[in-house]
């Protein structure tokens, strides 16, 4: 189209040359009718090509909103996936609370429950002191007897008392001399006193400290 126009305007350029030279009035007008052909064929092929660039730029549109639709169309299938797979996993775990929750009412874990709870609470202080001493374990002379649990006031007079009682060497109790516990050991005899800041503790079988706080209020009121 454009080669056509630039023809059109060459040759009306020579048809004014033309007019010039032999001074006739029709060439003029002639290249007057060539040179709005010329123009009206410019318009054309300028319109032509603004429609051209109007129908690329809506194609380009209508892919861009296709890829945009397509790319939310596979964001909501991915978040339906996800919720679907959150749902699964819901379910499989109050699946597994349901049956942990049927297990755990098994009649026959409930007796069982209750029956231990039963024997747990028929046992006797008393009855666990009796079987240790049944096994022999009280009964070993080797044994160390327990500490005595003597009241505070107790300990607060005997940490200042002379009253003689003797240690067992390499033996962490103090007795009174007549503890049953002794038998024929060797004895150091010394100040309760003395024993306490040593570092021995009173033998649970003669209760050195009770028995000699005893005595000192005894003393005290005599």
Do not use: N
């Amino acid at each position: 189209m454009l080669y056509i126009v630039l023809i059109l305007v060459l040759g009306a350029l020579g048809l004014v040359v033309a007019a010039l030279i032999t001074a006739e009035s029709l060439w003029a007008w002639i290249s007057l009718g060539v040179s709005v052909v010329a123009g009206i064929l410019l318009l054309i092929d300028w319109w032509r090509r603004r429609r051209a660039l109007r129908a690329a730029d809506s194609a380009e549109d209508t892919a861009d909103a296709s890829d945009t639709e397509a790319s939310d169309r596979a964001d909501r299938a991915g978040d339906a996936e996800e919720a679907d797979e959150a749902v699964g996993t819901a379910s499989s775990k109050a699946g597994r609370a349901v049956e942990d929750t049927e297990d755990a009412e098994d009649p026959e874990d409930v007796e069982d429950i209750e029956d231990a709870d039963s024997e747990d609470e028929e046992i006797d202080p008393a009855a666990s002191t009796a079987l240790l001493a049944s096994s022999g374990e009280l009964d070993d002379p080797d044994a160390e007897p327990a500490e005595e649990r003597a009241a505070a006031e107790d300990v607060r007079i005997v940490s200042v008392l002379e009253d003689e009682v003797v240690v067992v060497d390499e033996r962490p109790r103090y007795h009174l001399t007549d503890c049953t516990w002794l038998q024929t050991r060797e004895t150091i005899p010394l100040p309760v006193r003395e024993a306490r800041e040593l570092g021995f503790s009173p033998c649970g079988r003669c209760w050195p400290d009770a028995t000699l706080a005893r005595r000192s209020r005894e003393r005290a009121e005599a």
